[in-house]
């Protein structure tokens, strides 16, 4: 058996000292995201230092709200600010189209790794899910519970359906744009969908998720598609899975592997799920934990992955220690 394929989510990011270093230069966040060259540039260097088997583009979910018009900023060491969307006015701002002198630089971005990563790599675009998004734009930043978006949804069900749908379109739109730039394939992150009861993620998850794919795959036939529906229950992923059509599904450390495996193997890959901690922690429990995620999945189309984004503090060591163990696994 061959080892299976392996990236992992936030993989360009601060544990890296190259990263920092071009981030230092292009000034803010923000402003990385949307300078193309160093967006590639950052892009690119884990699948350099690592031989990862695919790149993920350099971007942020908050582009997508960013290119509809809502203003965003990064508080240093604290996270995403938007101008917040919570009543009828201010919801006027994602009346527009998205911003292509924005989202187009992106693109660029996609196209030039894409130039320059070779043919057996696989380049992944993405973006967050409409619930998701909304968790950000209603509060205005992250917040522990998403309640000021579920007392929207609560409060005033019409309003928060038009800004779903309005994010439905966008998102679809800003999936297809990086598929025809050059990206292989793309996941939709739904960080928040662990959040949802199970009538709310049929309605906020599971049928805004169905028509992003179904949008997108008419805009691009055959369209592979990740979703990750983090926190989600078993019975959620299932119906997810089932309801879009997806290629894949990643799973966060919590999900129930054997379970997931048994009902949707003959479905969909099975991506994830190590645990970032274990990835901190390193030594013993990190080989165990590694050794747990493959013979779990072994046998099944498994893409190897964390089950989210690595932290910032994990040593480059530890990181090197789990590619080497997945490589010599099989
Ligand atoms: O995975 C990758 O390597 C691709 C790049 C990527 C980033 N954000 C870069 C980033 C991806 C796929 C995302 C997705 C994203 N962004 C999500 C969904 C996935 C998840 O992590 O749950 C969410 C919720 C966001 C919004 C966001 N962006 C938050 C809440 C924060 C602050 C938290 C933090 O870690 O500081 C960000 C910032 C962010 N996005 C960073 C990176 C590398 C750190 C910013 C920095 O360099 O200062």
Not at 119 to 143: D, N, Q, V
Request: proline content about 6%; hydrophobic content about 45%.
């Amino acid at each position: 058996m061959t080892p299976p394929p392996i990236w992992f989510m936030r993989q360009a990011g601060r544990y890296l000292p190259e990263y920092r270093e071009v981030r230092a230069k292009a000034g803010g966040f923000v402003e990385l995201c949307l300078d193309p060259k160093r967006a590639a540039e950052v892009t690119l260097q884990p699948v350099r230092r690592f031989d990862l088997d695919a790149a993920i583009i350099f971007s942020d979910i908050l582009i997508v709200p960013y290119a509809l018009g809502v203003p965003l900023w990064f508080e240093d060491g604290e996270g995403p600010r938007l101008q917040p969307v919570r009543d009828r006015e201010s919801a006027k701002r994602l009346d527009g189209a998205l911003d292509r002198s924005v989202t187009g630089r992106v693109y660029e971005a996609v196209a030039a790794v894409r130039a320059s990563l070779s043919g057996e790599k696989t380049l992944i675009g993405f973006c967050g899910a409409p619930w998701t998004l909304a968790t950000y734009l209603i509060a205005g930043r992250g917040t522990e519970d998403q309640a000021p978006a579920k007392d929207l949804m609560r409060g005033d069900p019409q309003l928060f359906a038009e800004i779903i749908e309005r994010l439905v379109d966008a998102t679809a739109e800003h999936l297809a744009g990086q598929l025809e730039a050059g990206a292989d394939l793309v996941q939709i992150f739904d960080t928040w969908a662990g959040s949802l009861d199970a009538d709310e993620f049929a309605r906020w998850c599971v049928a805004p998720t169905a028509r992003i794919v179904e949008a997108v795959r008419r805009a691009r036939p055959g369209a592979r598609v990740i979703v990750f529906p983090r926190g989600a229950s078993a019975a959620g992923i299932e119906a997810l899975v089932l309801a879009c059509g997806a290629d894949a599904v990643s799973l966060d450390p919590k999900a129930d592997r054997r379970r997931l495996r048994a009902v949707l193997g003959g479905r969909c890959a099975l991506q994830g799920n190590l645990d970032p901690e274990a990835l901190l922690a390193g030594g013993e429990r990190l080989d165990r934990e590694i050794d747990a995620v493959l013979e779990d999945f072994s046998g099944a189309r498994h893409i190897f992955n964390l089950g989210h984004g690595i932290f910032k503090e994990t040593p480059i060591a530890h990181v090197e220690q789990m590619i080497a163990r997945v490589r010599r696994s099989g």
